[in-house]
């Protein structure tokens, strides 16, 4: 099996725990195809850089999945067919990374005041 990063965009004016069971949904489906979801991070709601189907912001949400690629392609059919996504992505990947979207912000105010301590 194969290691897949899915990342998704779901319409601004569904709520957070209709976000988390679709989530769900998308995992089931996953594993009734015979993979598994390492991971899942909901991002919250964000901004757009620009406008999609009428909508400024959306619900992001990162899925780390093990599986083989006729999951994914199931994944994505139902992706295609589901009116609350606006986008989403699916990345073939070598390791999952293990610092979430947060951390990496702070990881790099991290390095910035090292790197300050340092030069003082």
Known sequence: MALYEHLLIARQDISAQQVDALAQH???????????V???EYWGLRGLAYRIKKNRKGHYVLLNIN?????IVELERQNKINED???YITVKVDAF???????RRDD???ETTETEETAS
């Open 26 to 36: 998308l995992k089931t489906i996953v594993e009734g195809e015979g993979g598994k």
């Open 38 to 40: 390492e991971k899942q």
């Open 67 to 71: 599986a083989p690629s006729k999951a």
């Open 85 to 87: 996504v606006l986008r």
């Open 97 to 103: 990374e293990q610092s979430s979207n947060k951390n």
């Open 108 to 110: 790099n105010k991290t």
